[in-house]
């Protein structure tokens, strides 16, 4: 910590902004973090057991499917251990997983959907799979989602972050090496083109 | 603010991303403006919402029990699995080797099976007229044709 009143009132800065940010996930995020100098089996059990549950529930809604989600996020701590910046400490870790969450769940839901027409199945899920009875305003949503699955990849990754990952603007700029004002135009125009694709796919109540 | 500024900040005011003065001008906007009003109201009925979803019990005991550390890191050191080497590998032209492989296959028996039939001194098929000689089609005189007289109507060996 520097001399003088300027460093002093970086620091505070520093901690005021440190402390707004500062939810449990933040901090328990930075516990990981430095523990992973030492005992990086340890920081890896620290960040599956915060973040486990949350990628569950995103990679569930985008997949209605339990026993699916608990795969992808095998999948997802698996990138994690090895991806070689993922201690670093300018790495974005809560939004990375969600990334690599969204990506791959959306993925599978197109393939399987593929699978499905290809094998001229009715459209729920492959028998021995474990389907979410509860999903409320379900069918809706679905409908939803297959618009998504057709945007450009720039627009449908953003929209996955945002509205399937929650992070903020600046958290997806950060997270894709975006400005902020392309990860509004991107929003803008995925928001727009659902719109059209729910249209012309016929969806009522809109 | 122009409908055509607004419409690009109504999905970031939507959002809860835009400052508050900014905010301000988008809503005075919408005050005034029916058909952005329409335009927002569009967005706002398409809106991404994932329904909320409680986790069962045992579905969180399965979780818990597939994210073990332990499980997961001896997973992470097994060499990943390797596709295909690929020929040429980027986006656009991606051909596992396997498939080209395949391909020259192919293409090598079909080019073997063409020439095993082709003999230089097969005639090709064509019409034949009664001296078993070819009739460019052009001049085929289907009014004047007589079939040969086989019984089967199969044409007769030349």
């Known amino acids: 910590?520097?001399?003088?009143p300027k460093a002093a009132a970086r620091a505070l800065l520093k901690l005021v902004?440190?402390?707004d940010r500062a939810t449990a996930s933040a901090r328990a995020d930075e516990d990981a973090r430095r523990l992973a100098e030492t005992d990086p089996t340890a920081a890896y059990a620290r960040i599956i057991a915060l973040h486990r549950e949350p990628l569950l529930r995103r990679a569930a809604t985008i997949l209605s499917d339990w026993e699916e989600a608990i795969?992808?996020?095998q999948e997802v701590f698996?990138?994690?251990m090895r991806e070689q910046r993922f201690f670093d400490a300018d790495f974005h870790r809560r939004a990375w997983l969600f990334r690599v969450a969204s990506n791959l769940s959306i993925n599978l839901r197109r393939d399987r959907q593929r699978h499905i027409r290809l094998q001229k199945r009715?459209?729920?899920p492959l028998t021995g799979l474990d389907p979410i009875e509860s999903l409320i305003g379900g069918r809706r949503h679905e409908q939803i989602l297959d618009a998504i699955e057709i945007l450009p990849d720039d627009q449908r990754e953003v929209m996955l972050l945002r509205y399937y990952g929650d992070l903020s603007y600046i958290e997806i700029s950060d997270t894709l090496g975006i400005k902020l004002g392309t990860v509004m135009s991107r929003l803008s125009r995925g928001r727009a083109e659902l719109v059209e694709v729910l249209e012309i796919l016929g969806v009522e109540d809109l | 603010m122009n409908c055509v500024d607004l419409r690009d900040r109504v999905v970031p005011w939507e959002d809860?991303?835009?400052?508050?003065s900014e905010a301000l001008l988008v809503e005075r906007h919408l005050d005034g403006c029916a058909s952005c009003r329409a335009f927002a109201d569009?967005?706002?009925s398409t809106r991404p919402a994932p329904p909320p979803l409680a986790v069962p019990a045992d579905v969180l005991a399965r979780l818990a029990r597939a994210t073990d550390v332990d499980l997961l890191a001896a997973r992470a050191r097994e060499p990943e699995h390797r596709a295909m080497p690929r020929l040429f590998p980027g986006r656009r032209l991606n051909v596992p080797l396997g498939a080209l492989l395949l391909l020259l296959l192919a293409a090598g028996s079909v080019g073997w099976g063409l020439s095993?039939?082709?003999r230089p001194d097969r005639a090709a098929p064509s019409l034949a007229g009664a001296e078993g000689g070819t009739i460019p089609v052009e001049q085929f005189d289907e009014a004047a044709y007589e079939p040969p007289a086989t019984p089967n109507g199969d044409p007769a060996e030349p």
Request: proline share 7%; hydrophobic share 45%.
């Open chain 1, 1 to 4: 910590m520097g001399d003088g």
């Open chain 1, 17 to 19: 902004r440190s402390e």
């Open chain 1, 71 to 73: 795969e992808i996020v």
């Open chain 1, 78 to 80: 698996i990138k994690a």
């Open chain 1, 122 to 124: 009715a459209s729920p």
């Open chain 2, 16 to 20: 809860g991303e835009l400052g508050p």
């Open chain 2, 42 to 44: 569009r967005l706002a």
């Open chain 2, 116 to 118: 095993a039939w082709w």
